[in-house]
């Protein structure tokens, strides 16, 4: 389901960023997933809607096909992942979990990210 255009004003609102870069760009997409939709219900919520919207955003950065397994080899060489270092995720979902919980988010959600001020 797409978001509403009060979702898409109250995101355009936010985003006022003073320059470009990385850590900018993150902070900015982690104030866009707060209006993702969840649809779980119960107590299945193991893994934060964050933590499952930036693993499935940074594994345009790592470039590999498993986020998880890429995550956990970076974790064993160098004692901490991009995961953590990069994008302050708290947990690391699996493939699976990050596609089951992102597959409701229609991509209008992360639209704004792309607009220029």
């Keep these: 389901m797409r978001c509403s255009e009060e ?14 870069s990385f850590d900018n760009m993150v902070k900015h997409f982690r104030s866009l997933i707060s209006d993702f ?3 779980r219900t119960g107590s299945n919520t193991r893994y ?3 933590d499952a919207a930036l693993g499935a955003f940074s594994i345009f950065f790592t470039q590999n096909p498993s986020f998880l397994a890429f ?4 974790q ?3 004692g ?11 947990q690391i ?6 596609r089951d919980l992102m597959d409701v988010v229609h991509p209008s959600y992360v639209f704004p990210i792309f607009l220029t001020d």
């Design 93 to 98: 979902p699996s493939d699976n979990h990050i």
């Design 80 to 90: 901490k992942s991009n995961a953590q270092t990069l994008f302050i995720m708290d």
């Design 37 to 39: 939709p969840d649809k």
């Design 48 to 50: 934060t809607i964050e």
């Design 7 to 20: 979702i898409e004003n109250k995101i355009l609102l936010k985003r006022k960023l003073t320059e470009f």
């Design 71 to 74: 995550q956990e080899a970076m």
């Design 76 to 78: 064993k060489a160098k």
